[in-house]
């Protein structure tokens, strides 16, 4: 099993920055294909990047493409996501996910509590 702790998050306004964390337990991490979900208020939980436990490839959301990138340490048992040119939209609560396969699932068996990213206009 593997337990996941974000941090990260924040206020920030338009056009800013932030990085996202999310630590790992455990020795395996590297083990563990790795990604990035968001849950805005009202709304269902979308997929937002993920990366293959060997780092070769990533995927993303259409609408975090250009702007968000997913990357991972497995030396710190970190995965990153970084933020940029954020928009209003982008204000949600996002939540690390983790499997131990190759690929992410689209329903992950492991999940961390979130933090939550708030983009002021």
């Known amino acids: 099993q593997v337990q996941l702790v974000e941090s990260g998050g924040g206020l920030v306004q338009a056009g800013g920055s932030l990085r996202l964390s999310c630590a790992a337990s455990g020795r395996t991490f590297s083990s563990y294909s790795m990604g990035w979900f968001r849950q805005a208020p009202g709304k269902e939980r979308e997929f937002v990047a993920a990366i293959r436990r060997s780092s070769d490839s990533t995927f993303y959301a259409n609408f975090v493409k250009g702007r968000f990138t997913i990357s991972r340490d497995n030396a710190q048992n970190t995965v990153y996501l970084q933020m940029n040119s954020l928009k209003p939209e982008d204000t949600a609560v996002y939540l690390c996910?983790?499997?131990?396969?190759?690929?992410?699932?689209?329903?992950?068996?492991?999940w961390g509590q979130g933090t939550q990213v708030t983009v002021s206009s």
């Open positions: 996910a983790a499997d131990r396969s190759e690929i992410l699932t689209t329903k992950p068996s492991y």
